[in-house]
């Protein structure tokens, strides 16, 4: 025990006043480890021992078993107990509670507690100490950590916005500064809301041994992992694992400050970290299937990217005849260029080509250079062509009754252009007059071929090439059909 002010002992002074500096002191302003520290009666030198709260006596007010005397602990002699070092008589404390101690070695040491050693960081905190101040230290923590994690950025943003004149630069650094603030109020929030979840699904069990400041306690000590997040660009990568690891963390200490068992405060401490796990997941997943179903990409188990040409089709088809070619219908915005090349193939619009014009400039055409394209790319296929291709997708319709609906025959096939990358297909899509989409392997083109092709004899149509053969600006030519050929 010694004078908060100069460093003097204490010990042995029946005065309550520090010989060295004339510091007043009592007693119970100090913290002793248990047993540690004999209070000898004023009046009589009869010793107790402090086993109460901070190694104080308990009751701190009695009558003396020797003398009989009313006395106070205020009012003892104190000396190490003997054989005891004095040394070894000041109770562990939690650092950020030793108003002693420089604000940056109680804030350092605190962090590196409550990282390495939480459960003896609760064990060491008073119960009753207040939750403020454990409040205190995380939004501080929170604050002081962004501050530091973004200078680097700032101070760099600042040099380059003075040596260019630019105040590009200096709009940036202001952004990284109010992005690193906004994170920290997001967690302070995060973690109110995980303190009430926590204390909640801790009463669940049965009472614990504190109230919901004692819960906050625990959680707002360790906060020091999750710090991690407001690293600039690397935070959303790294965040997940200080969250792990101030999840573990606070488990120890919830469990050490609501004198509860491992398993009970994991489950409490988890809770909330596991439901927000579970709907992040289960949002990405949804935006994943989300995204790739609103696309008219390649789709393994449906063709939605082949069936996009269904209705144009089927529209233009109740005039009691289809487009003379698929580029008409680029002309009444019915299809757009990126209609004819599938999302996850490696065609561009580039690729894809309209008679002598790549779709890739189509927008940057007049109206009368689309026109003159589309009558081109007529006149380049013929109204006999069996098949031509535009991109990754194959027509097939020429020659089939526009009132017919459920034959069974193609009228378009999406199959990758074999210029670019029709080798990587693993799933071909052929869309039929009724808007079915047939979907089968790429490896069993042959048979399914053969048996269309089977499909056209019987309906007077030419034998199909191999979708996979067709090739930009060259039309399939007719060809006598035969049972037995597939094309």
């Known amino acids: 025990m010694r004078c908060k002010h100069c460093d003097y002992p204490l010990w042995n002074l029946r005065d309550r006043q520090c010989p060295e500096c004339g510091q007043a002191f009592l007693p119970s302003e100090f913290r002793f480890a248990l047993n540690a520290v004999r209070f000898a009666c004023p009046h009589c030198d009869q010793g107790y021992y402090g086993t109460g709260t901070n190694g104080h006596l308990s009751p701190r007010e009695f009558s003396c078993v020797g003398c009989g005397n009313r006395i106070d602990m205020d009012a003892m002699v104190l000396l ?124 669940l069990g049965g009472r614990p041994a504190s109230g919901m400041g004692r819960t906050a306690q625990a959680l707002c000590y360790t906060c020091a992992p999750q710090l991690v997040v407001l690293t600039p660009c690397l935070g959303p990568y790294l965040g997940w694992m200080g969250t792990l690891w101030w999840v573990i963390a606070a488990g120890f200490a919830v469990a050490a400050g609501q004198k509860v068992s491992g398993t009970r405060a994991a489950v409490a401490v988890a809770a909330l970290p596991l439901v927000v796990f579970a709907i992040a997941v289960a949002w990405f997943v949804s935006a994943f299937t989300g995204a790739i179903s609103s696309s008219a990409s390649f789709k393994m188990d449906g063709g939605e990217s082949v069936s996009v040409f269904w209705t144009p089709l089927r529209t233009a088809s109740d005039t009691g005849a289809w487009p003379t070619n698929i ?161």
């Open 80 to 203: 190490p107990t003997e054989g005891v070092d004095e040394r070894l008589t000041g109770a562990d404390s939690n650092p950020w509670l030793d108003e002693d101690a420089k604000f940056s070695r109680r804030w350092l040491a605190t962090l590196t507690r409550g990282v390495s050693s939480p459960g003896w960081l609760m064990r060491v905190t008073p119960a009753d100490s207040d939750a403020g101040r454990a409040w205190g230290f995380a939004i501080l923590s929170h604050v002081v950590i962004g501050m530091l994690i973004a200078a680097p950025v700032l101070a760099l943003m600042i040099v380059v916005s003075i040596v260019t004149g630019s105040a590009g630069f200096a709009g940036i650094s202001g952004a990284v500064l109010v992005s690193v603030l906004v994170m920290a109020v997001i967690s302070i929030v995060g973690l109110a809301l995980w303190v009430l979840v926590t204390h909640a699904v801790l009463r």
């Open 327 to 487: 580029g008409e219908l680029l002309l009444d915005g019915s299809l757009s260029p990126y209609d004819f090349t599938s999302a996850v193939s490696p065609t561009t619009g580039s690729d894809a080509i309209l008679g002598s014009v790549s779709l890739g400039v189509w927008d940057d055409l007049s109206p009368e250079q689309r026109r003159r394209a589309v009558g081109d790319a007529a006149a380049s296929v013929g109204p006999d062509a069996p098949a031509y291709r535009v991109g990754d997708f194959v027509f097939t319709y020429a020659g089939i009754d526009p009132a017919s609906r459920d034959t069974g025959l193609w009228i378009v096939v999406e199959a990758w252009d074999p210029g670019v990358g029709g080798q990587w297909q693993s799933q071909v899509h052929a869309l039929t007059p009724s808007g079915r989409v047939n979907s089968f392997s790429r490896s069993m083109m042959g048979p399914e071929l053969q048996a269309q092709n089977a499909l056209r004899a019987g309906a007077g149509l030419p034998p199909l090439p191999d979708p996979f053969s067709v090739r930009q600006g060259i039309p399939a030519q007719p060809e006598s059909p035969g049972p037995d050929d597939p094309g």
